[in-house]
């Protein structure tokens, strides 16, 4: 149970209020990608890093970037800076990012052979770097607001183990799983294990809030996603810390393209469902939202447009929402590097003002 004195350690707790469907002042807001290359201040501190894995394997800098959005706007969240494709360099697989091409990996599994030999990881002894900007971000946010943790899927960081990078069909990854169906399940199996491991090392660390981010979860059929993705969500899911500081840690899934699962992603055990562009958060409250809560989900496009019309928007989902606990605002994907940081502003300020009337 939570206690009094754990409330009083934030100084601001409506987002893990909202995660766990009670009552707020106004609907709380973060953002995915929200530490990113939006903001020159970011593009400078990833500049003095070297490149961007060196950023992310800095603790002092990744905690930089982490506060760098917190300091412009008023996010009720602040989001671990790292990358979902941690746990595949630390298998071996040679990460490297080619400029304007986004992930790469110097090596790939193509065979059942390939995945019988990637090795155990220990996330104490390998990913240090991570639990370490994790406790250096909550010692520097002071409980001004609570710190996210989060990992890639096993479905997702498989996509990118097999393609060897990002991909536009898929193929090679789905020819796999179809032609090696074991070789696949026994590859996310040892995925699995390591984001358990790897997420719950973040919460003992001081994680308050972990999110799944399921990117390619949506490029499945229906009974692969059960089979490939989801079951292996609620396998990690089942075996997380539940409790840290005398307070719930909440977890959320985040599977892009997914509304049309939105009931199994519930049935999943996760806290919270986030919830892309693609799919009315009305219609997602009325199917699970007197179960879980709902993160989401203006399309990240409309930080393109008139602060006149982000607010049109904000408005609009506000009331699709309607009234009550349970909704946490946020993008349906992550922001773009080229939105004016001055559109975020109207974006985070517009939710606070317009959602007031709704906790009423």
């Known amino acids: 149970m939570r206690t009094l004195g754990a409330i009083l350690k934030l100084k601001n707790d409506r987002f893990l209020r909202a995660l766990a469907r009670e009552p707020v002042d106004v609907t709380p807001i973060w953002m995915m ?3 990113g290359r939006y903001l020159p201040e970011y593009r400078a501190t990833r500049q003095q890093a070297g490149d961007f894995l060196s950023l992310c394997q800095n603790p002092q800098l990744a905690c930089e970037v982490t506060l760098q959005p917190l300091r412009r706007y008023a996010f009720d969240a602040a989001i671990l800076f790292s990358d979902i494709l941690t746990i595949p360099d630390a298998l071996g697989q040679g990460l490297y990012f080619a400029e304007g091409e986004g992930p790469k990996f110097r090596k790939v599994i193509r065979t059942a052979a390939d995945v019988e030999r ?3 990881i220990n996330v104490a002894t390998e990913l240090t770097y991570v639990t370490d900007a994790v406790k250096l971000i909550r010692s520097e946010l002071n409980g001004a607001v ?15 183990m097999i393609e ?14 179809y032609d090696n169906p074991d070789a696949m399940h026994l590859l996310l199996e040892k995925l699995a294990l390591a984001v358990i491991d790897y997420l719950n090392a973040q919460i003992r660390a001081g994680a308050q809030a972990v999110q799944i981010f399921d990117t390619w979860g949506g490029i499945l059929t229906t009974q692969s996603y059960e089979q490939y993705s989801l079951y292996y969500m609620q396998k990690i899911v089942t075996a997380l810390i539940k409790e840290n500081e005398e307070r719930q840690v909440p977890c959320i899934i985040f599977t892009k393209n997914g509304g049309q699962w939105l009931e199994s992603i519930c049935a999943s055990g996760c806290q919270a469902v ?8 009305g219609n997602a409250r009325a199917r699970i939202g007197h179960k879980v809560a709902l993160q989401g989900n203006m399309d990240p496009s409309m930080l393109y447009a008139s602060p006149a019309a982000i607010r049109a928007e904000v408005a609009n989902i506000l009331s699709s929402f309607g009234k009550g606990a349970g909704h946490v605002f946020n993008l349906g994907h992550g922001i773009t590097p080229e939105v004016d940081p001055a559109h975020v502003s109207v974006f985070v300020e517009a939710v ?9």
């Open 164 to 177: 060897g990078g990002g991909s536009k069909d898929f193929r090679i990854a789905k020819q796999f799983m």
């Open 33 to 35: 990608r929200q530490a």
């Open 274 to 281: 986030g919830l892309d562009w693609t799919t009315e958060i």
């Open 146 to 160: 609570p710190l996210i943790g989060f990992s890639g899927s096993p479905w997702t960081l498989a996509t990118y």
């Open 118 to 120: 990637l090795p155990d």
């Open 352 to 360: 606070h003002e317009l959602s007031s009337q709704y906790h009423s």
